[in-house]
Protein backbone atom coordinates (compact mmCIF):
# COMPACT_ATOMS: atom_id res chain seq x y z
CA UNK A 1 0.00 0.00 0.00
CA UNK A 2 1.65 3.11 -0.94
CA UNK A 3 0.97 6.54 1.07
CA UNK A 4 0.89 10.22 -0.85
CA UNK A 5 1.78 13.03 0.24
CA UNK A 6 1.22 16.47 -1.61
CA UNK A 7 3.21 19.56 -0.56
CA UNK A 8 3.92 22.92 -2.87
CA UNK A 9 0.51 24.65 -3.12
CA UNK A 10 0.30 28.28 -1.95
CA UNK A 11 -0.95 31.66 -3.54
CA UNK A 12 -0.06 33.40 -6.90
CA UNK A 13 -1.13 35.69 -9.02
CA UNK A 14 -2.39 34.80 -12.29
CA UNK A 15 -0.03 34.18 -14.79
CA UNK A 16 2.07 32.77 -12.40
CA UNK A 17 4.16 29.72 -11.67
CA UNK A 18 3.76 26.97 -9.37
CA UNK A 19 4.86 23.36 -8.59
CA UNK A 20 3.03 21.03 -6.55
CA UNK A 21 4.78 17.54 -5.93
CA UNK A 22 3.68 14.59 -4.63
CA UNK A 23 5.77 12.27 -2.26
CA UNK A 24 4.97 8.67 -2.03
CA UNK A 25 6.31 6.04 0.41
CA UNK A 26 5.15 2.81 1.43
CA UNK A 27 4.98 1.15 -1.92
CA UNK A 28 6.98 0.41 -4.93
CA UNK A 29 5.92 3.66 -6.92
CA UNK A 30 7.07 2.80 -9.82
CA UNK A 31 4.51 0.31 -9.99
CA UNK A 32 1.89 2.59 -9.99
CA UNK A 33 -0.39 4.96 -12.89
CA UNK A 34 -0.75 8.66 -11.22
CA UNK A 35 -2.62 11.52 -11.74
CA UNK A 36 -3.80 14.93 -10.58
CA UNK A 37 -7.29 15.73 -9.30
CA UNK A 38 -8.63 18.86 -8.13
CA UNK A 39 -11.64 19.72 -6.02
CA UNK A 40 -12.86 23.77 -5.88
CA UNK A 41 -15.71 24.75 -3.89
CA UNK A 42 -18.94 23.36 -4.15
CA UNK A 43 -17.51 21.70 -7.36
CA UNK A 44 -17.01 17.64 -7.69
CA UNK A 45 -13.70 16.50 -7.82
CA UNK A 46 -11.85 16.63 -11.63
CA UNK A 47 -9.47 14.72 -13.55
CA UNK A 48 -6.45 16.61 -14.29
CA UNK A 49 -3.41 14.85 -15.51
CA UNK A 50 -2.36 11.46 -15.40
CA UNK A 51 0.71 9.47 -16.17
CA UNK A 52 2.20 6.20 -17.02
CA UNK A 53 4.01 3.87 -15.18
CA UNK A 54 7.24 4.61 -16.60
CA UNK A 55 6.17 8.27 -17.48
CA UNK A 56 6.11 7.62 -21.76
CA UNK A 57 2.14 8.76 -21.65
CA UNK A 58 0.44 11.57 -20.83
CA UNK A 59 -3.11 12.99 -20.46
CA UNK A 60 -4.63 16.70 -19.83
CA UNK A 61 -8.21 17.56 -19.55
CA UNK A 62 -8.48 20.39 -21.97
CA UNK A 63 -9.24 23.14 -19.03
CA UNK A 64 -5.15 22.70 -18.82
CA UNK A 65 -3.96 21.14 -21.31
CA UNK A 66 -0.91 23.53 -22.78
CA UNK A 67 -0.37 25.01 -19.28
CA UNK A 68 0.21 22.08 -16.83
CA UNK A 69 2.87 19.80 -17.30
CA UNK A 70 3.05 16.48 -15.26
CA UNK A 71 5.96 14.36 -14.82
CA UNK A 72 7.08 11.28 -12.26
CA UNK A 73 10.69 10.62 -10.86
CA UNK A 74 10.46 7.13 -9.98
CA UNK A 75 14.10 7.24 -8.23
CA UNK A 76 12.97 9.90 -6.15
CA UNK A 77 9.69 8.42 -6.09
CA UNK A 78 7.74 12.04 -6.52
CA UNK A 79 4.82 12.74 -8.95
CA UNK A 80 4.96 16.25 -10.09
CA UNK A 81 2.60 19.10 -11.57
CA UNK A 82 4.11 22.07 -13.19
CA UNK A 83 1.18 24.77 -13.57
CA UNK A 84 2.34 27.88 -15.51
CA UNK A 85 0.11 30.53 -17.07
CA UNK A 86 -2.55 30.05 -14.03
CA UNK A 87 -5.96 31.42 -14.15
CA UNK A 88 -8.32 32.24 -11.43
CA UNK A 89 -10.73 29.35 -12.07
CA UNK A 90 -7.69 27.12 -11.01
CA UNK A 91 -7.97 27.65 -7.65
CA UNK A 92 -8.81 24.53 -5.63
CA UNK A 93 -7.54 21.66 -4.01
CA UNK A 94 -4.81 19.44 -5.45
CA UNK A 95 -4.65 16.05 -4.73
CA UNK A 96 -2.78 13.24 -6.09
CA UNK A 97 -3.71 9.37 -6.78
CA UNK A 98 -2.20 6.32 -7.45
CA UNK A 99 -3.45 3.36 -9.80
CA UNK A 100 -2.43 0.05 -10.15
CA UNK A 101 -4.34 -1.28 -12.85
CA UNK A 102 -4.61 -0.96 -16.25
CA UNK A 103 -7.83 0.90 -16.92
CA UNK A 104 -9.47 2.43 -19.95
CA UNK A 105 -10.39 5.66 -18.45
CA UNK A 106 -7.56 6.99 -16.66
CA UNK A 107 -9.72 10.08 -15.89
CA UNK A 108 -12.13 8.72 -13.53
CA UNK A 109 -11.79 8.85 -10.13
CA UNK A 110 -12.97 6.07 -9.22
CA UNK A 111 -10.12 3.78 -10.64
CA UNK A 112 -7.52 5.68 -7.83
CA UNK A 113 -7.01 3.29 -5.26
CA UNK A 114 -4.96 5.84 -3.35
CA UNK A 115 -5.09 9.27 -2.40
CA UNK A 116 -3.26 12.10 -0.92
CA UNK A 117 -4.65 14.57 1.62
CA UNK A 118 -4.80 17.45 -0.96
CA UNK A 119 -2.44 20.92 -0.89
CA UNK A 120 -4.33 24.20 -1.48
CA UNK A 121 -3.37 26.89 -5.04
CA UNK A 122 -5.05 29.60 -4.69
CA UNK A 123 -4.86 31.99 -8.11
CA UNK A 124 -5.53 35.73 -7.19
CA UNK A 125 -6.55 37.85 -9.60
Known amino acids: QVQLVESGGGLVQAGGSLRVSCAAS????????MGWFRQAPGKEREFVAA????????YYSDSVKGRFTISRDNAKNTLYLQMNSLKPEDTAVYYC??????????????????WGQGTQVTISS
Open 26 to 33: GGTFSSYA
Open 51 to 58: ISVIGGRT
Open 97 to 114: AARNRVVNDVTSARYYDY
